[in-house]
């Protein structure tokens, strides 16, 4: 496969594949054209020479750096990705305290609930907010569960508003799209 650019305004490039980097400098107007797995471009030659500096210091890590770069092109792949930051990213509650809403907290906020109902602990139960310790009944924690978990289904909700609405503008802003569906719903 080969990969071509043609450069607009000076830019500064790097090709490269595990065995071979090369780098150089482009005017406006030039092209290049490499058989190389990579080709990255930047208009600055401090960035250019950072990335060469990954490149070099370990070349696996800095070529899954750009793969995820490439990978996260792809407006579904974004949107995915986006998704995925805003239903782990922290919630606050309407009660106040901000709560984690990574995975292994909402697998916590579950099982404690079935702990609850078993009479496997007693209430009240200390839950570690981002603001500090709560203590909550199993109520109060079945109301903190029942947010979580209607954020997590808003955020599924709002990824598949927008895929659906990305074959008709592939050039949709997904991340203010999602937003926005996540805030109607």
């Not at 107007?29 to 950072?50: F, R």
């Not at 793969?67 to 995915?80: G, K, N, S, V, Y």
């Not at 802003?173 to 999602?178: H, L, R, T």
């Amino acid at each position: 496969m080969t990969i071509s650019f043609t450069a607009v305004t000076p830019t500064y490039w790097i090709a490269h594949s595990s065995d071979v980097i090369e780098s150089d400098l482009l005017a406006a107007g030039e092209s290049i054209s490499t058989g190389l797995d990579y080709l990255e471009t930047y208009g600055s030659p401090l960035v250019q020479q950072q990335r060469l500096a990954a490149l070099k210091s370990n070349y696996d890590l800095a070529a899954a750096q750009w793969r995820e770069t490439l990978r996260l092109q792809d407006p579904i792949a974004h949107l995915a990705d986006y998704r995925w930051q805003k239903e782990t990213g922290g919630l606050t509650l309407t009660t106040g305290p901000l709560i984690r809403t990574d995975r292994i907290s909402q697998s916590q906020m579950t099982s404690t609930l079935t702990a609850l109902a078993e009479n496997m602990v007693a209430e009240p139960v200390q839950w570690k907010a981002e603001s500090g310790w709560v203590s909550w009944t199993r109520v109060q924690l079945k109301a903190a569960a029942t947010e979580v978990a209607h954020h997590v289904a808003k955020c599924f909700q709002a990824e598949e508003t927008v895929a659906l609405q990305l074959p008709a503008d592939p050039t949709l802003d997904v991340e203010a799209a999602f937003d926005a569906a996540y805030a109607a719903l």
